[in-house]
């Protein structure tokens, strides 16, 4: 596996959260994960709030709530349960309506 060994851990936690997730799903949720502001997070927690972003943003309704003026935390309650259903089609057990916040 190329890469830095934060890199290969952070697919290593990606094929262990959700095995199922697609392709061009994986390589977004990385590229987020890499970002500079994860950079001291440990590798599994920054894949995670990658991943719950990730599918907020490009699965869910979220930017269009934002769009019309709910709050961030109003938009992620409205579709904290799609959220969880695109996670757990790819085989996620975790959940954010657990509680678990994710960075933007």
């Known amino acids: 596996m190329a890469g830095t060994k934060r890199q290969q851990a952070i697919r290593r936690a990606l094929r262990a959260l959700a095995p199922g997730i697609p392709l061009s799903d994986a390589e977004a949720v990385v590229t987020l994960a890499e970002r500079r502001h994860m950079k001291d997070l440990p590798p ?3 894949l995670w709030l ?3 972003s990730h599918v907020r943003h490009v699965h869910t309704d979220y930017e269009r709530l934002l769009g ?3 709050d961030r935390d109003a938009a992620r309650f409205f579709v904290a349960e ?5 996670l757990a089609g790819w085989g996620c057990q975790r959940s954010v309506s657990d509680g678990e916040d994710a960075e933007e």
Do not use: I, K, N, R
């Not at 799609?82 to 695109?86: G, H, K």
């Open 44 to 46: 599994p927690t920054a």
């Open 82 to 86: 799609e959220t969880d259903a695109v």
């Open 68 to 70: 019309e003026g709910y």
């Open 50 to 52: 990658a991943l719950g």
